[in-house]
């Protein structure tokens, strides 16, 4: 099931008309918990028991985790947690590498929420063992289920007990993030598919510009389009009553490879923080380790996005990308100077190190990767084809960063709109009537959750 689809808004409309008249907490979450399997068994009956066999495997395991931390047993707590997450990620590998069978909708997800429901009951962020039904809907929720944002266990399962309802401010705001979500996919990001899906078919037969250009394109389209999801996941589960934090902040104003990862896909960089890079040790154990930690922790990244080795690769150079920037800010500090270099050249250098790393992230193979950007170097001469629409929203995107590098201190100055004033309402409507008019109904799949069925490493 697909969020933009009419059975979605069935199921949305009689989850939100049950959730209204009941006063049974227990029972709200039941209501919450079958909608989350609806949702995913529209995908397949298979996968959903696949989800219930590991989220009940997970709960048993933190189970145990739990009563021996609380009963003195730390070590016994560590042993029993180290194992089961070796066995969910055993199992992610399977089915991402093996090539035997296609990755489920969501796996690479929901298996991250799984991992911190037992880490963080081991490590204490959580003062009771949740209950079965409460671990169930944590792994499960399906908003968030299929492409995020990643939720920790800590910051989901207390909301449980404490659910908002909805009123007013939750309609205007969740359904304001939804349509936005939805305009994001349906007219940016799917109408930019139309020209990068065509270039990329054939890049040999394009010129460097219309490559380079394409790939920009492309950046525009992985943004727009897992940001749109991410909206359209926290809109949804904020009528829902759960508050989901922003996954998104104008990534490509990043002035490093650093910063860029604390504004892309916020809530996965999040949890390679908590889960990976701290436990391999931070930056507690000197400046060589922590380089090591960080690379270490973006090839995870890498892997966990995708199993070619064009992930491995863009994993790897994003990593090293962090370790350089890191190494000369840490000796521009210890001279005693300030900024690499200004604020303007550092986002454009930060941009074009993304931008071209995303080539590999989208070409088919390595070799393919990088013959485009070998063309794209080179300049090389073939077909000119500059599709209009990367130039319009590319212009849009620079507007909105503008406002926010002089307004905002470069921070996302799109705020929820006041629907009691008669502006926001004229806005709101010129969002619902721009999405209709122009919305490219020929692909709805969300390009960024496809990643993870490619072809193992080989």
């Known amino acids: 099931m697909q969020f933009l689809s009419l059975q979605f808004l069935v199921l949305m409309i009689s989850v939100l008309i049950l959730l209204a008249v009941c006063r049974d907490k227990r029972a709200e979450r039941l209501i919450l918990l079958a909608a989350s399997y609806i949702f995913y068994a529209g995908f397949s009956i298979s996968m959903l028991i696949l989800l219930l066999i590991l989220s009940l495997f997970t709960y048993a395991g933190g189970v145990f985790v739990f009563k021996s931390r609380t009963a003195g047993r730390p070590d016994t ?31 690479s997800f929901y298996m991250l929420q799984a991992i911190s429901l037992v880490a963080d009951l081991y490590l204490g962020r959580l003062t009771a063992c949740p209950s079965l039904p409460d671990a169930l809907l944590y792994i499960g929720f399906f908003p968030q289920i299929v492409s995020g944002p990643v939720v920790k266990a800590k910051d989901f399962i207390p909301q449980l007990n404490s659910r908002q309802r909805l009123n007013r401010e939750r309609l205007s705001y969740g359904l304001q993030m939804f349509l936005l979500g939805a ?91 908590d889960y990976v890079y701290i436990p391999l040790g931070g930056s507690r154990k000197g400046r060589n380790r922590t380089y090591i930690n960080i690379f270490l922790t973006m090839i995870v990244s890498g892997l966990w996005h995708g199993s070619t080795v064009n992930f491995l690769v863009w994993g790897a150079v994003h990593g090293l990308g ?58 090389r001469a073939g077909i000119s084809y500059y599709y209009v629409y990367i130039f319009v929203f590319g212009a849009v995107l620079f507007l909105v960063q503008t406002i926010a590098i002089h307004r905002n201190n470069a921070d996302n100055p799109v705020k929820p709109l006041p629907l009691d004033r008669f502006y926001g309402k004229v806005i709101l409507c010129i969002l619902v009537i721009a999405t209709l008019m122009f919305a490219y109904f020929g692909n709805g799949a969300f390009i960024y959750s496809l990643q993870f069925d490619a072809q193992p490493v080989r």
């Open 77 to 107: 707590a560590r042993h029993i947690m180290s194992g089961v997450i070796g066995i969910q990620i055993a199992v992610l590998a399977f089915f991402k590498f093996s090539g035997l069978f296609s990755l489920p909708v969501g796996l």
């Open 183 to 273: 305009f994001m996919k349906l007219v940016v990001a799917d109408r930019l598919a139309v020209c990068v899906d065509k270039v990329y078919a054939a890049p040999t037969a394009y010129s460097g510009g219309s490559l380079f250009v394409t790939s920009v394109g492309y950046s525009l389209q992985l943004l727009f389009d897992f940001a749109g999801y991410s909206n359209m996941a926290i809109g949804a589960a904020w009528l829902l009553g759960f508050d989901l934090l922003k996954n998104f902040n104008l990534p490509y104003l990043a002035i490093s490879p650093t910063d860029f990862w604390r504004r892309w896909h916020i809530s996965l960089s999040s949890w390679m923080r």
């Open 322 to 379: 962090q370790v350089i920037y890191r190494s000369a800010a840490a000796r521009n500090s210890a001279a005693g100077r300030g900024h690499i270099m200004p604020a303007p050249a550092a986002r454009i250098l930060t941009f074009l190190f993304v931008n071209f790393l995303w080539i590999p992230f989208r070409a088919g193979t390595l070799r393919e990767a990088w013959i485009i950007i070998s063309r794209i170097i080179t300049c």
